[in-house]
């Protein structure tokens, strides 16, 4: 480079010797043009020479603009198969197989980028990608200097331009962090997708895409049969082993509970029937690759053809674990570039791997263009409270690395480039949430007491080890219902005695002294695992589901039972039964509990004897004969998402009719009061655990009802603590006489919202934006 006399003759000495050094096939350099967002052709050795200064590619396009957006070196062994990949025909790289850029940094801002291609694919190891740099850093204050001399020669107004060149190239990127993507003609482009976990999140866009297109890959398969199957053999071994690394990653962030995912795909890889498919495909296409994808498309077409929409997203770890052993198999692997704080990732689908992948403490929000809403990753995200948006059509074509984005979790909604109206509405809103939740907890410590002294006890509901941080953290009374089922639906089966012991006591003792009420499997309907006996149910929500699936299955619910009687010896645990429908099925459930009583007795394995066992109210045959039910349990606990479900004959999963689910429907209502009157009547207490628990319009009519504890999620309980210390129980017990005479649910909406305007939380100087706020929506879904 000393000996060059221009910028020309610079370029091509580097581009030889960095070709040489590195045994490349091809070195290229190109100049970046911030006026133009663009980068150049300036230099190549290997390329077609007449596409100097012809081939142009705005930053952020393409592989090499992404190295230059990214401002850090990208290494692609197939780069044909990368959806970043751009084709240049005048270039004559058709036959170059791998790709490695760095860009060239001058004083933090990018003025161009340096490139080496291969024919023969080739995996960069981190001494190809150390020199890289090291060359794009010794090379940028040489071009640099070379376009400064040059312009010695140029005109005097001329002179300045390379010097404000660089400081604008600011604008390409000094790193990812500050990168800034080719600016959008149109503002505030709307996805919508579905409403998978609420929250509001404002940031640059972190795309996460499948790396490659595995069917465009060149695949060759050995000549000997033998070899072939050992070749898929030790690719299910590697994959096996980076779902293992992943497992223990999750666990370590986030409990076992969250790690049982991945036993489920472990579970896969030793499945026999799916082992033997694909050996018999390799026996009959001689392929490994050829088999693997046909017994994946097979296995997709089953799934896809299943109405159930946990069945359906089952399909889902299959393909995922299906596309690792592919990867194995081609030789690829996995990275993850680094990300700034607050990013919105871009991904295809929202699988459990991401959680290992990512730095989860700089993601502010996670969008998918595929999945539903009931798939690992979504449960993964809410329990994390992250917001998210899954199934969001065109996100993929439409969402630019770097490019501001806008996450309502609440609607389901993206926003893309964002004018500074929008940008405002939800900064401001951003800002109304962040003054309550300082306000909110400030209060944490203050009891849920009306204004006249009446105490209502506020709990949470988990299912996750992970949630009881939540628990903890916004103040909850203890846990009002713990879904022991998430611990079944992500082993894909029963889980053991053993493993449900470990995580029943871990619960109770975390919140010892905080009453923990766990509830029974409540498996059936729209949460199904494998080889239950339900693949031929017409309508699983009516048919073997909750109790009575486990009466069924004895011998499981025999071995949580055991699990559950043997954590409860601190006298903080009680035991519910869901959907019990009538006096005989809650007379044989209590039953096996004492048979299971006995056995412990027999073992001299300790357990409460005082401990309580109560049943859920979901189904209208118990509210209506819940007088006789109290007289045989310990307390109910009103689900009113199924009650509200089975009294007006809606699948609020139905888009046709959910319109027509709304929990304060005078029906359901009635119901409540009649469960309340004989809880009251027994001396037992009742609570709600459902959706109602939380929603700001149900809670004044729940507490005129009598309902004496409130569970919900963990986040909503400084809301609800707030309205119920702003109400006078003399004034909503008046309201819930209204309520239980009004005509139509609208009419209780109205009832509802003018208590809570009247008690003047709308007008609160911390509070009052938010809440208002989460009053409109709770209208306008009801």
């Not at 663009?38 to 952020?60: C, F, H, K, W």
């Not at 090291?134 to 001399?149: D, G, I, M």
């Not at 009052?768 to 989460?774: N, R, T, V």
Request: hydrophobic share 40%; aromatic share 4%; proline share 5%.
């Amino acid at each position: 480079m000393s000996r060059s006399h221009d910028l020309e003759e610079t370029l091509a000495n580097v581009t030889d010797l960095v070709s040489k050094r590195l045994d490349a096939d091809v070195c290229s350099i190109y100049s970046a043009d911030p006026e133009q967002q663009s980068l150049r052709l300036a230099s190549t050795i290997g390329l077609a020479s007449e596409a100097v200064g012809r081939v142009e590619l705005p930053i952020g396009e393409g592989l090499v603009g992404l190295a230059a957006s990214r401002g850090e070196p990208i290494a692609i062994e197939h780069a044909k198969a990368d959806p970043h990949y751009r084709y240049f025909p005048e270039t004559g790289e058709e036959r170059f197989e791998s790709l490695l850029a760095a860009p060239l940094i001058v004083q933090g801002a990018v003025i161009g980028v340096i490139v080496i291609q291969t024919v023969e694919p080739r995996r960069f190891d981190e001494p190809d990608i150390e020199l890289l740099q090291t060359c794009a850093s010794l090379l940028a204050p040489v071009v640099v200097n070379a376009q400064l001399l040059a312009l010695m020669s140029a005109p005097p107004e001329a002179r300045g331009s390379v010097v404000s060149r660089i400081a604008e190239s600011e604008a390409i990127g000094r790193n990812r962090s500050d990168s800034q993507v080719r600016p959008r003609a149109e503002k505030n482009v709307t996805l919508r997708g579905l409403a998978t976990a609420r929250g509001v999140a404002i940031g640059p866009i972190f795309r996460m895409d499948k790396p490659v297109d595995l069917d465009r890959l060149p695949y060759e398969p050995k000549k000997d049969l033998a070899e072939e199957h050992a070749h898929f053999k030790a690719a299910m071994n590697a994959a096996r082993r980076q779902i293992e690394d992943m497992r223990d990653v999750v666990q370590d962030r986030f409990g076992p509970e969250f790690a049982a995912v991945f036993h489920a795909q472990i579970q896969i890889l030793e499945d026999k029937g799916f082992l033997q498919n694909v050996s018999l495909a390799i026996d009959q296409t001689g392929s490994a690759r050829d088999a693997l994808r046909s017994v994946l498309d097979s296995y997709r077409e089953t799934f896809e053809k299943i109405e159930d929409p946990y069945f359906r997203e089952r399909g889902t770890d299959i393909a995922d674990v299906g596309q690792r052993v592919m990867e194995r198999l081609l030789g690829l692997r996995d990275h993850v570039q680094p990300m700034q704080r607050g990013s919105v990732v871009v991904v295809d689908q929202l699988l459990p791997a991401i959680f290992a992948q990512l730095e989860m403490d700089k993601v502010a929000a996670i969008v998918a263009e595929h999945g539903g809403q009931t798939s690992h990753g979504v449960i993964f995200a809410r329990t994390l409270e992250i917001p998210a948006v899954t199934g969001a059509a065109g996100l993929l074509e439409e969402a630019r690395e770097g490019e501001l984005a806008i996450v309502d979790g609440a609607s389901g909604t993206i926003y893309l480039s964002p004018d500074e109206a929008l940008t405002r509405e939800f900064e401001q809103a951003q800002h109304r949430y962040e003054v309550a939740v300082e306000h909110l907890d400030a209060m944490r410590e203050r009891p849920a007491e009306t204004l006249d002294g009446r105490r209502i006890r506020l709990s949470a509901n988990a299912g996750l080890l992970a949630d009881l941080r939540l628990v903890d953290k916004h103040g909850a009374e203890g846990v009002g219902l713990f879904r022991t089922e998430l611990l079944a639906l992500a082993h894909r089966g029963f889980p053991s005695e053993e493993e449900q012991g470990q995580l029943y006591q871990r619960v109770v003792e975390f919140l010892h002294p905080r009453p923990v009420t766990l509830r029974t499997l409540d498996l059936g309907g729209d949460k199904g695992i494998p080889n239950i006996g339900l693949d031929d149910e017409e309508n699983p929500q009516l048919g073997c589901r909750s109790i009575r699936l486990t009466l069924e299955n004895r011998s499981a619910f025999r071995a949580q039972l055991r699990a559950i009687l043997r954590a409860s010896t601190l006298g903080n645990l009680r035991l519910l039964l869901p959907m019990i429908g009538s006096l005989p099925e809650l007379r044989e459930a209590k039953g096996v509990i004492d048979e299971v009583r006995l056995e412990l007795d027999r073992d001299g394995s300790p357990f409460d004897r005082d401990l309580e066992v109560g049943i859920m109210i979901e189904v209208p045959s118990a509210a209506i004969t819940a007088a006789v039910l109290a007289e045989e349990c310990d307390f109910f606990s009103i689900g009113t998402n199924d009650l509200t479900q089975y009294t007006l004959a809606v699948d609020r999963g139905n888009e046709r009719v959910a319109h027509l689910y709304d929990s304060l429907h005078p029906a359901v209502l009635q119901l409540i009061e009649m469960t309340v009157r004989a809880a009251n009547g027994a001396g037992i207490p009742v609570s709600v655990c459902g959706e109602m628990a939380t929603n700001p319009l149900s809670v004044p009519i729940l507490i005129g009802l009598g309902i004496e504890e409130l569970s919900g999620t963990p986040a909503a309980v400084p809301v609800v603590k707030e309205i119920i210390r702003a109400l006078d129980s003399g004034e909503v017990e008046a309201d819930a006489r209204a309520a239980l005479g009004a005509r139509t649910a609208a009419e209780v909406h109205a009832i509802a919202a003018r208590r809570l305007r009247g008690a003047g939380l709308v007008d609160h100087p911390d509070i009052g934006g938010w809440l208002g706020q989460l009053l409109d929506e709770a209208i306008a879904s009801a």
